[in-house]
């Protein structure tokens, strides 16, 4: 069974601040990752996604993530925060391959101060 | 692309009456179709999945006479909530996936409130 693990519920950091927000996964085939941002009464909206090939994504709005397979990670970086940033990040992982099944973590509420 | 709607995007019913969700891509074909809850502070939960022209595939838990889902066409995919009690309340969220490809697109969600 594959499984998700979003390491802290909610973080906060300034505006221009680096953003790192944790996600680290199991599973028994080689996994298909996703980070998705929500906000505020909305549903998700795909920020980066990997699938095969470079382990570098580079996703919308500044963020990318790392796909390291041996640390079994999927952290999601942005440089430089910015106040239109706060909102929740859930990292994914998909369920049977190409049929999409999508198990997702807790997520991770981010705040940005000014 | 890829947009995903949903309708109604919120609504208030009394205990023991039925509520009926839609879920469409409105510029794809999507073969399946998933739905998910999702309770305050907490992360989505994959209800079912509905593929088109077949029964849902319901998870573990989920009262599939409950819970009915309807995926008729490539485009739409409906829920209903039947019987619906106060602990029904909840943040429903379909999501699509076209055919041959890997990432889920999602509906804005639709607020449920059962009184």
């Known amino acids: 069974a594959q499984s998700v693990t979003q390491l802290g519920s909610h973080v906060s950091v300034s505006e221009g601040a680096l953003v790192l927000l944790r996600c680290n996964y199991s599973?028994?085939?080689?996994?298909?990752l996703f980070w998705y941002v929500q906000y505020p009464n909305q549903g998700l909206q795909l920020l980066l996604k990997?699938?095969?090939?470079?382990?570098l994504v580079k996703g919308i709005n500044g963020f990318e993530a790392e796909f390291k397979k041996s640390e079994t990670s999927f952290h999601l970086t942005k440089p430089s925060a910015h106040m239109s940033d706060a909102a929740e990040y859930f990292c994914?992982?998909?369920?049977?391959?190409?049929?999409?099944?999508?198990?997702f973590g807790k997520g991770t509420k981010l705040s940005v101060k000014p | 692309g890829a947009v995903v709607s949903q309708h109604p995007s919120r609504v208030i019913c009394k205990s023991g009456t039925s509520v009926k969700i839609e879920c469409r891509s409105l510029?794809?074909?999507?073969?399946?179709m998933f739905w998910y809850r999702q309770f305050p502070k907490q992360s989505l939960m994959l209800m079912a999945t509905?593929?088109?022209?077949?029964?849902?595939?319901?998870e573990q838990g989920v009262e599939k006479d409950k819970f009915l889902i309807n995926h008729a066409s490539l485009t739409l995919s409906t829920l209903t909530v039947t019987s619906a009690h106060p602990e029904d309340s909840s943040f429903y969220i379909c999501?699509?996936?076209?055919?041959?490809?890997?990432?889920?697109?999602f509906g804005p969600g639709t607020r449920l409130l059962v009184l």
């Open positions: 999501s699509a996936l076209p055919g041959g490809r890997e990432t889920q697109y």
């Open positions: 599973s028994s085939v080689p996994p298909y």
């Open positions: 990997y699938t095969t090939g470079a382990t």
């Open positions: 994914a992982v998909s369920d049977r391959g190409s049929q999409g099944n999508l198990i």
């Open positions: 510029d794809f074909q999507a073969t399946t």
């Open positions: 509905s593929n088109e022209g077949s029964k849902a595939t319901y």
